[in-house]
């Protein structure tokens, strides 16, 4: 069952920006720090639990992935930052960057956005104004973000550089607060059909996603809230969401992160699928919600906009806020998932939004090496990262098991009977006493679909393993702190194909 409010008004009158806008000057931000002491990539990131083929900013705070776009072959990645220190600073939260041409190598660059009189900047987006829509020029960068004051309200900083640096328009904000307290993280995406863009804004607490539209990108028009009354997806605050187009589906997916009473504990990602009539969403069924990722550490992920050929990649915060602020590293926190390639498959009757590393995997990895049932030491004692593929047969049950030479475990499990997939990030993994919420031993999700065979795809890195199954229809993202890497494989049950390939750090020059 589904429930749709669909009041309309108008939020923004008058004319549409001048083709030559006046750039005001940079406001000041009273909390800036000197662009000089922000610390850019090394080299070398060879710290106890520093993923070595996942991003992370070489010092500080990070959560949610911001504004995320491609355009003149470079992918650029924004993300909450605390310039300042190792600590959540909610009141300091700024937006850092990282660029990439090939999604795997990120340089690390000064942060672009810093709280100011209306507030922090909270979590947004970015959309590259390829016509000229907006009146800043042909592909300006618009990012529309959360200024986060005593009123959270939407507003626009925009980039006629690449997205190397932006200015906050002069008329913020451009989404007044429509009275809550949570108004929050925009995502902006275009609609085919009607020629014209679809904002996305989650409600918090107020449960619901509102939906704006706007033909120019500046002025933008309220459609309504789409809500759900399924129990289990009013348990949590409904936070970072995005809407995707599936054309040979001729699907929408709606996708909305929550906290604190997700899947697992803390955060988790929801999605729904269904159509929408340009100010209407309306899932296909009542059966939700279902989830993007079944593990503990897979949130706020959002796509990049103007992306090439079409696709859907996908970047989330591998982390949990039951836990991010305690977790053992102590020069940065937070690491982000691989980047992910979103698509649409029917599976057992119905719609399944599957995720799966990006081809650009294949650029930082060797050669496939087949493994029989097991391997180990996989790499050798100076391993960066790596990856197993492996088939099984559903006519029984089956166990992974990723361990080192300490005796840390994480152990997957497949019932066949039952068509269920277990991962233990249990007490074995490593360290977990820093947070009573961390050490989870029986994490589930189903095998979607009928069939008889079952592929695994597993990566492996310093302090993560992310696993793929079933063509990425059910995934578990989980972070882990052993005393080194798990560099041995061993596989109990009926293999049919299993191998293996090093993954090459991401940090050497």
Known sequence: M??????LFTACTGPVTPEEPVIPPVEEDTTRVDTATVVVSPTTRPELYRPQVHYTPHHNWSNDPNGLFYKDGVWNLYYQFNPNGIE??????????????????WQEKSPVLYPDGMGAMYSGCSVVDKDNRAGFGNGAVLAYYTASGEKQVI??????????????????PIV?????????DPKVVYDPHRGRWTMMVAKGWDLGIEIWHSYNLMQWDFDGIFRVNTERCNMSQWECCDLLYFEQADKWVAVVSINPNGYITGSSTMYFVGSFDGVTFTPDADDYPRWLDYGADCYAGVTFDNAPDGRKVMIAWMNNWDYAPACPPSAWKSAYTLPRELSLKQMGGH?????????????????????ATGMENIGGDYADAWEAKITLSLANDATITLSNKYGNEYVIRVNAQQRIIYCDRGGRTGEFNFSTLFAVPSMSAPIEGNEQYLTLDIVVDQSSVELFAGEGSTCFTNTVYPRSIYRNI????????????TLETIWKP
Do not use: Q
């Open 351 to 371: 719609w399944v939004l599957c995720s799966t590393p990006v081809s650009e995997l294949d650029k930082i990895a060797s050669a496939w090496h087949d493994a």
């Open 88 to 105: 959540c600073d909610f009141g300091g939260m700024s937006w850092g960057h990282a660029s990439s041409t090939d999604l795997m190598h």
């Open 176 to 184: 007044p607060s429509t009275g809550l307290v949570n108004f929050r």
């Open 155 to 172: 507003c626009l900083a925009i980039s006629t550089d690449g997205g190397e640096t932006f200015w906050k328009y002069e008329h913020n």
């Open 490 to 501: 061993t596989v109990d049950g009926i293999v049919t194909e299993m191998k293996v390939r």
């Open 2 to 7: 589904y429930i749709v409010l669909g009041t």
